[in-house]
T-cell receptor, first 116, second 112 residues
Framework: EAQVTQNPRYLITVTGKKLTVTCSQNMNHEYMSWYRQDPGLGLRQIYYSMNVEVTDKGDVPEGYKVSRKEKRNFPLILESPSPNQTSLYFC??????WGAGANVLTFGAGSRLTVL | GQQLNQSPQSMFIQEGEDVSMNCTSSSIFNTWLWYKQDPGEGPVLLIALYKAGELTSNGRLTAQFGITRKDSFLNISASIPSDVGIYFCAGPPGGSQGNLIFGKGTKLSVKP
């Protein structure tokens, strides 16, 4: 089944303890992206990647790192989590079809992170 | 950066009623996408619009790409309880090919 898989789905951690949220897709998509969702703020983009070894900042990149060493994986790293990073995180992926307009994202099921 | 403004923020309607929501931008978009997020799930694409003036339907859902290319509309006819969720509009900022930004969403509640 074509899907985007995120882990963990739920995590409670403490301030300053490094954590990684993994994201993997089995659709051979070039484009991958991370969003955070907070009440009243909708989906805000953290980082995105147009292909392997190519990453760019979104609207809210502070406090996050990403890497894209392989096409299928796009982990989100919080080096020193803080309470304001408590949120619901979504990974998404798509093909990049040049000249055809914006591409259709497939989203993961979400990872709910609480930082105490 | 560019922003998409969605309205209304939330709606409480009776089952069977029609629903209208819209999304506007201060700049031109060449694509509009509408997503729905069910409670506890990730967003799922409902309708994609690629041409100004385009009107596209998906069952009881109809979406339109505004002529000015700065807005889009989503209508749901004869709402049912499973229409509950958050509806997001999305589009590529600055005409970028791969990247997408999202509106803040319209939260729909349906009373049986």
């Amino acid at each position: 089944e074509a899907q985007v898989t995120q882990n963990p789905r739920y995590l409670i951690t403490v301030t300053g303890k490094k954590l990684t949220v993994t994201c993997s897709q089995n659709m051979n998509h070039e484009y991958m992206s991370w969003y955070r969702q907070d009440p009243g703020l909708g989906l805000r983009q953290i980082y995105y990647s147009m292909n392997v070894e190519v990453t760019d900042k979104g609207d809210v990149p502070e406090g996050y790192k990403v890497s894209r060493k392989e096409k299928r994986n796009f982990p989100l790293i919080l080096e020193s989590p803080s309470p304001n990073q408590t949120s619901l995180y979504f990974c998404a992926s798509s093909f990049v079809v040049w000249g055809a307009g914006a591409n259709v994202l497939t989203f993961g099921a979400g990872s709910r992170l609480t930082v105490l | 950066g560019q922003q998409l403004n969605q309205s209304p923020q939330s709606m409480f309607i009776q089952e069977g009623e029609d629903v209208s929501m819209n999304c506007t931008s201060s700049s031109i978009f060449n694509t509009w996408l509408w997503y729905k997020q069910d409670p506890g799930e990730g967003p799922v694409l409902l309708i994609a619009l690629y041409k100004a003036g385009e009107l596209t339907s998906n069952g009881r859902l109809t979406a339109q790409f505004g002529i000015t290319r700065k807005d889009s509309f989503l209508n749901i006819s004869a709402s049912i309880p499973s229409d509950v969720g958050i509806y997001f509009c999305a589009g590529p900022p600055g005409g970028s090919q791969g990247n997408l930004i999202f509106g803040k969403g319209t939260k729909l509640s349906v009373k049986p």
